[in-house]
């Protein structure tokens, strides 16, 4: 059970009811996780148009998802894998891209620096190498991707934060576990 309220839609008013109304008319749902933040409408509305604007980006959608897969798996938050396991599929990731963007790798050599770079950036908190910063250049990624990629590895943590504080009840398919990496 979550510990924070999940309002139900059809009960909120004000800014969270036209808030939840924006999201329902693009997913089609009010997932649980923003019936959650929905407790407050900045953080709402905070969260929506960070992720709205960074969906406007340089970075293609495959993209910031394979970001949210990495990120979700270092911080292992389980709303988000699922999420962003269904959400993957959606954007056209193979069960395949989904799993290796969660080990932080790719088969792709952008993707996987892609992948490994925000991996890096959460458990280094931000702290990179010269060196890594310029990996990411060697395989076409501008200083406006790089940008982007921090905002999305931020806007992440947010939620993979938020659950862990709220145990927000899943309401995507499970993620599956992934089997250990042989050595």
């Given amino acids: ?37 929905g407790n407050s409408p900045a953080a709402l509305s905070a969260y929506l148009q960070f992720s709205g604007n960074l969906a406007g980006g340089s970075l293609s959608n495959q993209q910031r998802e394979q970001i949210a897969l990495a990120v ?3 911080n292992q938050c389980d ?7 269904a959400l993957g599929k959606m954007a056209g990731l193979s069960t395949d891209q989904i799993r290796d963007a969660r080990r932080s ?20 908190r931000g702290n990179v190498s010269d060196e890594e910063l310029q990996e990411l250049r ?16 931020a806007l992440n ?3 993979n ?6 145990d927000t009840e899943i309401d995507f398919p499970k993620a599956e576990r992934l089997e250990p990496q042989a050595a």
């Fill in 157 to 159: 943590i947010f939620t």
């Fill in 138 to 153: 060697q395989h076409g990624f501008t200083d406006a991707d790089i940008t982007e990629v921090v905002a999305n590895v």
């Fill in 72 to 74: 979700g798996e270092a």
């Fill in 79 to 85: 709303y988000c894998l699922a999420a962003h396991s």
């Fill in 161 to 166: 934060y938020f659950n862990h504080v709220a």
């Fill in 105 to 124: 790798s790719a088969v792709d050599p952008k993707s996987d620096a892609l992948v490994r770079f925000a991996s890096t950036l959460v458990k280094r």
């Fill in 1 to 37: 059970m979550s510990r924070i309220n999940q309002i139900a839609p059809e009960n909120a008013t004000g800014p969270a009811a036209e808030l939840f109304a924006a999201v329902k008319g693009k997913l089609g749902m009010v997932p649980n996780m923003m019936r959650a933040i």
